[in-house]
């Protein structure tokens, strides 16, 4: 038998208001997922003003965070040409995002989800995701 740590649907919420705020304040709507340590969906918000595309970016993100372990922006920089992961982008149908914006959420060690932010550029993606985590870190 597995014990699994998993975000709840309440532990959705700072996470969300976290990168509400900082969208907010920097001036981009922004597209804002949370996913289980599996990568499933338990929260999503689109920003009024948030684009549409992004919509399945984030969710995209937050997924390749969580299932991954790992940022998206790490991916990034391995999946340019010549590195060793290379092409890893088109792996499990084009759901791995190599872009910044998606972040695991880790409590004691563990992944215990993901967040995944888009329609800003990937450095506000991330400067948001990175917000998020701190107001969930601050909550605990």
């Known amino acids: 038998m597995l014990t699994i740590n998993r975000l709840s649907l309440s532990d959705a919420g700072p996470l969300l208001e ?13 597209c804002i997922a ?34 991954a372990r790992k940022p998206t922006h790490e991916y990034g920089e391995a999946a340019q040409p010549g590195s060793a992961a290379y092409g890893i982008n088109s792996a499990i149908a084009g759901r791995l995002l190599v872009v910044a914006g998606g972040l695991p959420i880790v409590v004691d060690g563990v992944v215990v989800g993901g967040i995944g932010i888009s329609s800003g550029t990937p450095g506000q ?11 969930f870190g601050s909550g605990q």
């Open 125 to 135: 993606d991330r400067e948001v995701a990175e917000a998020a985590i701190a107001a």
């Open 18 to 30: 976290g990168a509400r705020a900082r969208a907010e304040a920097i001036g981009v709507p922004m």
């Open 34 to 67: 949370v996913t289980d340590e599996s990568g499933n969906l338990i929260a999503f918000e689109r920003m009024d003003g948030g684009k549409i595309t992004s919509i399945t970016i984030a969710i995209d993100k937050a997924f390749t965070a969580a299932a």
